[in-house]
């Protein structure tokens, strides 16, 4: 069991569960580039997981597309899971950190829900 401080355990930004669609570029296993409309499971400000039915693999690049505020961001594929027959489940990372990339706010800091 690892210890709560461990930092294996910590995450460089938080996780939100966010499913939205994005434009996926990237080269199938012909080499040839391939666009696919995905759709995300969980983003953070430094990539995501989502779903996709090209079969990529690790340290692939690709370029996702954000269709509502049409930012574009290269990143790479960190792991490929085979979970279902229509689809897998791909761990990306961005480049460079993007959080504006999606269309998440934070509350600030000192909101805190009061205690009974």
Request: with cysteine.
């Amino acid at each position: 069991m690892a210890i709560p401080d461990d930092p294996r355990d910590r995450r460089r930004s938080e996780r939100v569960m966010l499913q939205m669609k994005v434009t996926v570029i990237a080269d199938d296993t012909e080499h040839k580039p391939r666009q696919e409309e995905a759709m995300t499971l969980i983003v953070n400000a430094h990539g995501g997981l989502l779903k996709l039915k090209m079969e990529v693999h690790v340290g692939q690049p690709m370029r996702l597309i954000n269709p509502h505020n049409l930012l574009e961001q290269n990143c790479r594929v960190v792991r490929v899971e085979d979970t279902s027959p229509e689809y897998f489940s791909v761990a990306f990372e961005f480049d460079a950190p993007s959080p504006k990339f999606w269309p998440v706010v934070f509350p600030p800091s000192d909101w805190h829900a009061p205690r009974d």
